[in-house]
Nanobody, 123 residues
């Protein structure tokens, strides 16, 4: 499966942004989908994951309440709605795909990655 993340950009603090990740090449519904981010000099951080049909979602503690993950299995796309953005949310955001949830918070669990989209939050 190939993943293409987009929708990043420059946003002011307390603003919102929606990231998208388009999938191709394999059956989208075969995969659990997730979002991570990586800021300069920091490890890749788990943000959110969603089950194949969207019935289950999981969020990282640092972003819980501000982010919403969703998916459209007709459009083969997973989304990340981000609200109340802070300068510390500045990072490259990655989407990922895996066959199962497993240890979803660990980057090594995920089998496929998109190329990343940069989000910059100004104060």
């Amino acid at each position: 499966i190939q993943l293409q993340a987009y929708g990043g950009g420059l946003v002011q603090a307390w603003g919102c942004l929606r990231l998208s990740c388009a999938a191709s090449g394999r059956t989208f519904m075969d995969y659990v989908m997730g979002w991570f981010r990586q800021a300069p000099g920091k490890e890749r951080e788990f943000l959110a994951a969603i089950s194949r049909y969207g019935s289950s979602t999981y969020y990282g503690d640092s972003v819980k309440g501000r982010l919403t993950i969703s998916r459209d299995n007709v459009k083969n796309t997973v989304y990340l709605q981000m609200n109340s953005l802070k300068p510390e949310d500045t990072a490259v955001y990655y989407c990922a795909a895996a066959r199962t949830f497993g240890d979803y918070a660990e980057p090594r669990h995920w089998d496929y990655w998109g190329q990343g989209t940069l989000v910059t939050v100004s104060s």
